[in-house]
Nanobody, 125 residues
Framework: QVQLVESGGGLVQAGGSLRLSCAAS????????MGWFRQAPGKEREFVAR???????YYADSVKGRFTISRDNAKNTVYLQMNSLKPEDTAVYYC???????????????????WGQGTQVTVSS
């Protein structure tokens, strides 16, 4: 079992930056692929970014060039650096763990086995 706890959300003006963190419990963190998803009110949960155990990264087109996903296996933590934020980035952001650790892109929520509770990100115009 893996527990994930997100932090770092908040209110920021358009054009600003935030860094989200996701702390994971468990000894197998380094073998998992990790992802970030987000869900705005009335919308489905959508893929944001993914990082495999080997460091390969994948991004949604809507955040490519603005967001960066990274991980620190020594700290059992994955990060999402968000720059040039837009009002449409407003959502609850969730961290997720994929036990398969697949090298490939996996962008559906059902590809992930463990989820955090989410952290709110609000971008004002």
């Amino acid at each position: 079992q893996v527990q994930l706890v997100e932090s770092g959300g908040g209110l920021v003006q358009a054009g600003g930056s935030l860094r989200l963190s996701c702390a994971a419990s468990g000894r197998t963190f380094s073998s998992y692929a990790m992802g970030w998803f987000r869900q705005a009110p009335g919308k489905e949960r959508e893929f944001v970014a993914r990082i495999t155990w080997s460091g390969n990264t994948y991004y949604a087109d809507s955040v490519k060039g603005r967001f960066t996903i990274s991980r620190d296996n020594a700290k059992n933590t994955v990060y999402l650096q968000m720059n040039s934020l837009k009002p449409e980035d407003t959502a609850v952001y969730y961290c997720a763990a994929d036990r398969s650790g697949s090298y490939y892109q996996r962008a559906h929520p059902y590809d992930y086995d463990y989820w955090g509770q989410g952290t709110q990100v609000t971008v004002s115009s």
